[in-house]
Nanobody
Framework: QVQLVESGGGLVQPGGSLRLSCAAS????????MGWYRQAPGKQRELVAV???????NYADSVKGRFTISRDNAKNTVYLQMNSLKPEDTAVYYC???????????????WGQGTQVTVSS
């Protein structure tokens, strides 16, 4: 069974930094795209950043220049380095991955359980 486990959330002051990690485990053949989304109270879940297997990235305009997504294919892990955090970045952050499980022909999108990021003084 495949699962994604996130870590690294917490409380940080405005202007601070946090690094989120999301590790995929289980019977995995390969992983295609990986990404981070977030959902603030009362708002819809939104894309933060995505990265493909080759390392190409795409970011939401609101985080460009402040957040960096990266991945370690050997560890099946995706990271989100968040700098210059603002109160409006407060949300539950979810990772997702398009994973081809062992024995499957196509990719399945898996989601992590979410990790809370709170930016407040």
């Amino acid at each position: 069974q495949v699962q994604l486990v996130e870590s690294g959330g917490g409380l940080v002051q405005p202007g601070g930094s946090l690094r989120l990690s999301c590790a995929a485990s289980g019977s995995i053949f390969s992983i295609n795209g990986m990404g981070w989304y977030r959902q603030a109270p009362g708002k819809q879940r939104e894309l933060v950043a995505v990265i493909n297997r080759g390392g190409s990235t795409n970011y939401a305009d609101s985080v460009k220049g402040r957040f960096t997504i990266s991945r370690d294919n050997a560890k099946n892990t995706v990271y989100l380095q968040m700098n210059s955090l603002k109160p409006e970045d407060t949300a539950v952050y979810y990772c997702n991955s398009d994973i081809i499980p062992s024995g499957y022909m196509g990719a399945i999108r898996y989601w992590g359980q979410g990790t809370q990021v709170t930016v407040s003084s």
